[in-house]
């Protein structure tokens, strides 16, 4: 565990703790960019030999059938299916919101509007193996669902060539039919550039590893991806009000997720370092993901002493968290000073784990201070903007000298002659 207080805080310090130390993608580029050329040559082929090379299984079967989209829901535990079925409903609930209108409008020019188009085809990367991410099908797939994507492709790795239940049955429940059993670099390969089996896609979007997040980067020239993940990483801002139990227990449930993770506490109270951190000791001393949890809080759990809450405001919009939770005696006042965070929690009951699954927002948020230039994935990721005009002879008469000065201003003569000729002018 890492204590500050920011006003005694060295440069090198400060650069540490807003830079966050990221996964090393050098060796995976290499490897994914290998991976990404093999799938564009040879297809199906390349993508069934990785599977036997990182899964150790080999199946000409990389689609799941649909049937067993639907038998993966009877034998999942019934209590497991519900929950995911409720968090289903309030993920729609809360994207349904969540719209861009087309309008159109008449002036004396004439008619100017703008059509909102969804993508056609969208690829999602659930990440599976050694765990199973049901929540992460739904986040993914209920807003294109929402945005009128009409194909939705899922690569999911499994596990000898089998997909998690909980994943099969979440694809179901969404509706959707197109499920293979293709993860890594490889997947995101396919979808990008297509094979024989799966069809290129416009964007792909979904958490991964390292060797995903490189291949995302690889591949976005190409195809639209929503951002490159890192480390799940929680800021917390605290006062004498919070309880210092739930803080740490907070802190801890980001530390689980990976060595990198980073759980930072920023207080105005001294009282609140002293017994959040204590209390963070025991519980990971106890803790179920232990040897995770003993290398992400080495230097991921960090405790920053401030003067006040609205100093921990101003750090927290420089640090753009990827979960920011605030518990403090008036959330909602301090909320309105928040402009870069991925998704926000406030008081002392909204624990991250509620919006991971089942809030209704998504959990699919930006990292390492991406928040302070991008947001949650949402229905807006799956949609384009088509905007029109439909000038009338007198609307082009009306615009055509505006046109020429601007146009000869910036030396493209030829637009000038194009618009005053749609006035039944001559250029002077």
């Keep these: 565990m890492l204590k500050y207080t920011l006003s005694r805080m060295t440069s090198k310090e400060l650069r540490s703790v807003l830079e966050r130390e990221d996964v090393d ?33 080999r199946s000409n079967a990389m689609r799941i059938p649909e049937s067993e989209l639907v038998s993966a829901q009877r034998r999942l535990p019934k209590l497991l299916l519900q929950a995911i079925k409720r968090s289903k409903a309030r993920i729609e609930k809360f994207h349904s919101k969540q719209t861009i209108r087309p309008f159109e409008y008449e ?6 509007g703008q059509r909102v188009v969804p993508l056609e085809r969208v690829g999602v990367y659930v ?40 994943i099969l049955a979440a694809a179901g429940i969404c509706g959707i039919n197109e499920v293979y059993s293709v993860g890594g670099a490889q997947a995101v390969a396919a979808m990008a550039y297509g094979t024989e089996t799966i069809r290129r896609v416009q964007k792909i979007v979904g958490p991964g590893g390292a060797f995903v997040t490189a291949a995302k980067l690889l591949v976005r020239n190409d195809c639209e991806i929503d951002f490159l993940a890192g480390p799940s990483e929680v800021l917390l801002i605290a006062d004498d009000h919070a309880d210092p139990r739930f803080i740490a227990m907070e802190m801890l449930a980001q530390l689980e997720h990976d060595p990198l993770a980073r759980a930072v506490l920023v207080t105005d109270s001294k009282k609140m370092i ?59 006042k301090v909320l309105k000073s928040i402009y870069n965070a991925g998704s926000v929690f406030l008081g002392p009951y909204s624990s991250v784990a509620f919006g991971d699954y089942c809030t209704g927002t998504n959990h699919i948020l930006p990292t390492k201070g991406v928040a302070a230039m991008k947001s949650s994935l949402s229905t807006y ?45 001559v250029r002077r």
């Design 274 to 332: 002293e017994s959040s951190s204590r209390i963070l000791g025991d519980l990971i001393s106890t803790a179920a993901r232990k040897e995770i949890v003993d290398r992400s809080s080495s230097c991921g759990a960090i405790f920053i002493k401030v003067k006040s809450v609205n100093s921990a405001v101003e750090f927290s919009n420089s640090y753009a968290p990827e979960h920011l939770v605030i518990d403090v005696r008036n959330p909602k």
């Design 381 to 425: 990721d799956f949609v384009k903007i088509v905007p029109y005009q439909m000038l009338t002879r007198k609307g082009a008469s009306k615009l055509s000298e505006t046109v020429r000065l601007m146009a000869l201003s910036e030396g493209l003569p030829a637009h000038a002659d194009a618009a005053c000729a749609r006035a039944g002018r």
């Design 127 to 166: 990440p599976g193996g050694t765990a199973s991410y049901a929540s992460s099908v739904l986040m993914a797939c209920i807003p294109a669902k929402i945005s009128g994507v009409k194909e939705i492709a899922v690569c999911t790795p499994g596990r000898s060539g089998k997909v998690a239940d909980s």
């Design 107 to 112: 002036d004396d020019c004439g008619i100017i």
């Design 25 to 57: 993608l050098t060796s995976a580029l290499s490897s994914a960019m290998d991976i990404i050329d093999q799938v564009r040559a040879n297809g199906d082929e390349a993508l069934l030999r990785f599977s036997e090379q990182f899964e150790g299984f």
